[in-house]
């Protein structure tokens, strides 16, 4: 007869992938957030100085609103991801992610449109420099999320056991994608 002692608990999970992706959702938001301050100082300065911002420039504001709801159902199908994962169902998780693929295509496809009826040249003024900054963080920022989304699909879709931390951290992601491009939304296209 031998005496053992029981097992010992299994360790607690490193969620490394998700405190990563918070961090640079901290570094991102540091990034807009300065971006931000620099376009609200050169705004106050137009002001001041009794001129307009955007000087010549009408901001197509249909296409603007309609990429701040598809972020938000982003996310929303972002999160269905997360709660498909928890239960391990392969088919909603497919379909989840392909719809957030397909909305960060849409997302990108707006930007393009207002970029295409602006018609501003990038250093034709400060404005359009700072404009073309701005917007083109949010676009590279949704196309890193396009990349994490793929990679996630493939991890979560075939692998043969389930990735719920990286489909956390995937949604993790879109939420600060989401609250970036809501401050830059509001800053840029609606205060004008």
């Known amino acids: 007869m031998t005496l053992a002692l029981p097992a010992g ?3 607690a ?5 998700f405190v990563g992706t918070a961090l640079i959702g901290l570094a991102g938001t540091a990034l807009i957030g300065g971006m931000l301050a620099v376009w609200l100082l050169q705004r106050q300065q137009v002001v ?5 911002f955007p000087e010549k420039f009408i901001i197509p504001e249909v296409a603007t609103n309609v990429m701040l709801m598809t972020i938000y159902a982003l996310c929303l199908f972002a999160q269905w991801a997360v709660y498909s994962a ?10 989840a992610l392909g719809l957030v693929f397909v909305l960060g295509l849409a997302f990108i496809n707006a930007q ?4 295409s009826q602006m018609g501003m040249v990038l250093a034709e003024s400060g404005y359009a420099t700072l404009f073309y ?6 676009i590279a920022m949704v196309i890193i999320g396009l990349i994490f989304t793929a990679v996630t699909a493939f991890r979560a879709l075939g692998g043969r056991d389930w990735q719920l931390e990286l489909v956390s951290a995937h949604a993790l992601y879109w939420y600060f994608a989401a609250a970036a491009y809501s401050a830059v939304w509001f800053v840029v296209y609606v205060t004008k």
Do not use: I, K
């Open 112 to 115: 393009a449109f207002v970029y």
């Open 13 to 17: 999970p490193r969620r490394q992938l």
């Open 133 to 138: 900054a701005l917007t083109g963080v949010m």
């Open 86 to 95: 928890h239960r391990q169902d392969r088919t909603h998780t497919g379909a």
């Open 48 to 52: 001041d100085a009794g001129a307009r």
């Open 9 to 11: 608990p299994a360790p």
